[in-house]
C-alpha cells in the first residue's frame, strides 16, 4: 500500500555554533504563522505479511499488522519500523 501524507513543515539549516540560520526559515517566535508553513507530500509505503494456513474445507487468511516499509523512497524498501 502507498499513502500520500501532507504535513504542515517549516524548513531551515541553523550553525550549531551560534544559532544563525543559513538557509530557509527563522526560528517560530511563538506564533504558529501559516505564512511560514509550507504543505509537504511524504509518500509512505507499508506492507502486511498475510499467512495462510490450509484447512479441511478450504483456506484461512492470517495477516499481521501493516508495517512501514519506506518513507520517501529513503529506505530502498527496507523494513524501517
Do not use: S, Y
Not at 16 to 40: F, K, L, S
Not at 49 to 68: C, D, P, S, Y
Amino acid at each position: 500500500v502507498q499513502v500520500l501524507v501532507w504535513c504542515k513543515e517549516r524548513f531551515r539549516v541553523t550553525n550549531r555554533d551560534n544559532d544563525t540560520v543559513i538557509q530557509g526559515m527563522a526560528p517560530d517566535d511563538g506564533n504558529d504563522r501559516d505564512d511560514e508553513m509550507q504543505m509537504i507530500p511524504h509518500l509512505v509505503r507499508m506492507e502486511k505479511v498475510v499467512m495462510t494456513e490450509r484447512l479441511q474445507a478450504g483456506f484461512r487468511n492470517n495477516a499481521t499488522e501493516w508495517r512501514i516499509t519506506d518513507i520517501d523512497d529513503l529506505a530502498d524498501g527496507n523494513l524501517i519500523l
